[in-house]
């Protein structure tokens, strides 16, 4: 007989019970394994089900008289739980070129600051008297150091008290999903799938009118929609 073999013989003898006690731990510990698999598995599911809804893409094409399509409007998607008011977020910018601002028309979210950088070799002085931002950068060329904050959903009009023939508009909106049309009077938002309200402004609409919120309702696949507004 081997030395190996009497020795595993003589612990045998020596500790009895032994191979039990070992079969015993060893199954204590598969249990273990299994029930970390089991919470691990368990975990990635609630995970999972916590995951929002894949957005969908929205294509809307705004309209005027006679069914043209309408530039510059500014289409505003409200969802129930997102954040009105953005934070941290960078400037945006209002520029002037050409004794022009650029673009005529800048669409924000409420909380957002504005840069007004003058890349003209004139001076200019640009205000707004709008309820809902008033405020005015003196002659100036450059970028001036602030940025403008415009905390209130509206809209301002701009201008330049040197050059009367200049104007814009500033739209504010208490939304994350918003964008403005193009020359073919499209708009495209990355929307959750849901029932949410829609609100279509443009400048030619009255001043004295608040532009209307719509139901919209957004399924799981891409879709288009069309809106009509009657702009003066």
Known sequence: MSTSIAA??????????ARERADTQAG???ARQARRLAVCLTFGASALASLPAAATTLTITVTGAGGAP???AVVAVFVDGAPRRASGVPPVEMGQRGKRFVPAVLAVQTGTPVDFPNHDTVRHHVYSFSPIKTFEIKLYVGTPTQPVVFDKPGTAVLGCNIHDAMSAFIRVVDTPYFARTDLQGQARLELPPGKHRV???HPGLPAE???PLQPLEVGGAD???TLGIEPR
């Open 223 to 225: 879709a288009s929609v």
């Open 70 to 72: 309408l530039a510059d």
């Open 209 to 211: 009118t608040d532009a």
């Open 199 to 201: 609100q279509v402004w």
């Open 8 to 17: 595993r013989r003589a612990g045998a003898q020596r500790f009895p019970g």
């Open 28 to 30: 204590r510990g598969m």
